[in-house]
């Protein structure tokens, strides 16, 4: 069965640090996410990717965060400097529009990258 | 108002009783409706999706949806420790909307 890998999947840093967190969505799916999600709470989009494209960064600290999709399939997710609050669980996840139905998309999660800063 | 809201929890059922998770969202025009089961420490698996007013069965899980009154649920019938776990509601304006995700409802199943 196909799925998102992530990696890695445990990371311990120090503020001011840079970490970097890669993504490997299903194949063939074009729509691409990076979440933020601190314990107790929901996922939180950073931002979404059609393709290489980004569609939705509006929620992503581009002081110190950073993603890119090169060339529309992995993708990686910066952090510099790291700051005591990103602590959280990092969460990529793939989607292709299911078929015949509009308004119709399943989101399919990797592992998660635990993030620790010190 | 948040745009996704559920009740934290946790709630907690016995051992071959129904379990109720509901959920309730602010935009009106909102089209698609997901439910995600996390176990502690993992990352988020969909239950169920729904998009039309009605109800969905799929096994023991039952998702519920309102849009006059925007609300979904999701019921579990005869509900097993296994099933402990928190439950995400998340809802979808389009497909090329972004995902919003509730608080979730942590469910504890008691043997």
Redesign the interface.
């Given at each position: 069965e196909a799925e998102v890998a992530q990696s890695p999947r445990y990371k311990i840093t120090e503020k001011s640090q840079a970490v970097a967190f890669w993504c490997d969505p299903i194949s063939g799916h074009a729509t691409l996410y990076w979440y933020r999600q601190i314990l107790g709470q929901g996922p939180e989009l950073l931002v979404q990717f059609q393709d290489e494209s980004v569609v939705d960064d509006s929620q992503l600290p581009k002081d110190r965060f950073s993603a890119e999709r090169l060339k529309g399939v992995d993708s990686t997710l910066k952090i510099q400097p790291a700051e005591l609050g990103d602590s959280a669980m990092y969460l990529c996840a793939s989607s292709g529009l299911a078929s015949g139905r509009s308004g119709g998309e399943t989101q399919y999660f990797g592992p998660g990258t635990r993030l620790l800063v010190l | 108002q948040k745009e996704?809201e559920q009740n934290?929890g946790p709630l907690s059922v016995p051992e071959g009783a129904i379990a109720s998770l509901n959920c309730t969202y602010s935009d009106r025009v909102s089209?698609?409706f997901?439910w995600y089961r996390q176990y502690s420490?993992?990352?988020?698996?969909?239950i169920m999706?729904i998009?039309s007013n009605g109800d969905k069965e799929d096994g023991r899980f039952t998702a519920q949806l309102n849009k006059a009154s925007q609300y979904v649920s999701l019921l579990i019938r005869d509900s097993q420790p296994s099933d402990s776990a928190t439950y995400?509601c998340?809802v979808?304006r389009?497909?090329?909307d972004?995902?919003i995700?509730?608080?979730?409802t942590s469910l504890s199943v008691i043997p």
């Open positions: - | 996704v934290s089209q698609s997901f420490g993992k990352s988020p698996e969909l999706s998009y995400l998340a979808k389009t497909s090329y972004k995902v995700f509730g608080p979730g």
